[in-house]
């Protein structure tokens, strides 16, 4: 390579230019000098391969994963990582694992996971929790459960995603099973809890069940909040049971919360869709006592 000086670069001028880069946003030129630097035989340092995985992993494969399909760039990254002697943290098997998880390549996730053990890093909850969502949004419900009986310690994040994925699957018995057991976990029910239960309950026709975990939640302390009320709302709304809807409404502004425009549409559509062009009229005309008077044209046609 030629140069005007005697002196040829180091590892510490190629970290620098890299983490100048990286800071800039410069992915692909920090990539490419990383790529330079192995040519020019520098050996890296764990603080390269930190820029390096940041530049890879945090800015294109979290971010951009699916879309730039970088998974295996990040893969081989990690390899030669290794391969230099280089150990890699928590952090950056867990940017693999949630890259992996992203593209459905949960199987692949977990042998990732295996691979860190071995080498001495154990996963964190963070990990686990990446490992979940993915088993979840792949419609593997029971291999997420399996997961969470092994596990030594679980949060209330884990059994909420679970949970989830139970009912996105119509694995009813099994959620409510979940469900029972987070007081005894040490991690009681929280709102979150509570809002994927009763929009669960309403997705497979449970609505008095619905009505009935409302009830719970008030009853074990746990306050409703907007997306409580607006899920249940809703779900009334979309199967035509206008009068729970009203007094799931009555309830609602009863404590305290208030409806905005795009609430109050979304039920006043519903209504003329079904034909009753009465209650939406009185609906609109509520809207304008409470100020909120931003209705789509589409509602008072």
């Not at 971010?63 to 990040?74: D, K, P, S």
């Not at 230099?84 to 949960?106: E, Q, S």
């Not at 619905?210 to 809703?234: F, Q, W």
């Not at 009185?282 to 100020?291: D, F």
Request: proline share 3%; glycine share 8%.
């Amino acid at each position: 390579m030629p140069c005007r000086f005697a002196v040829a670069p180091s590892f510490c001028s190629y970290n620098v230019i890299l983490s100048t880069l990286a800071r800039a946003d410069c992915h692909a030129d920090a990539l490419l000098l990383y790529r330079r630097m192995l040519r020019d035989r520098v050996p890296p340092t764990t603080f390269t391969f930190s820029v390096a995985a940041h530049v890879l992993a945090a800015s294109t494969v979290i971010h951009a994963l699916v879309a730039q399909g970088r998974v295996a760039e990040a893969a081989m990254l990690l390899d030669e990582m290794l391969l230099m002697g280089c150990a890699a943290d928590v952090n950056t098997f867990n940017d693999l694992v949630l890259g992996l998880c992203g593209l459905g390549r949960v199987r692949e996730a977990a042998r990732l996971v295996d691979r860190m053990m071995t080498r001495g890093c154990m996963p964190s909850a963070v990990t686990y929790g990446f490992l979940l969502q993915g088993l979840c949004r792949t419609r593997q419900a029971d291999e997420a459960c399996a997961l969470l009986e092994r596990l030594p310690e679980v949060n209330v994040v884990m059994l909420n995603t679970v949970i989830r994925g139970c009912l996105t699957e119509g694995k009813l018995a099994r959620a409510t099973e979940l469900y029972e057991m987070m007081g005894s976990k040490g991690c009681p029910p929280d709102v979150h809890t509570y809002n994927i239960l009763m929009h669960g309950l309403c997705k497979l026709g449970r609505f008095g069940s619905a009505v009935r975990m409302l009830d719970k939640m008030e009853e074990n302390g746990c306050a409703p909040n907007i997306v409580t009320y607006s899920t249940l709302l809703h779900s009334f709304c979309r199967n035509g049971m206008w009068d729970d809807a009203r007094t799931m409404l009555d309830q609602m502004l009863a404590k305290g919360f208030s409806m905005n425009s795009q609430g109050y549409n979304g039920i006043i559509y519903a209504l003329c869709k079904d034909g009753k062009l009465d209650q939406a009229t009185r609906l609109v005309q509520e809207m304008k006592s409470q100020g909120a008077s931003r209705i789509f044209a589409r509602t008072i046609q």
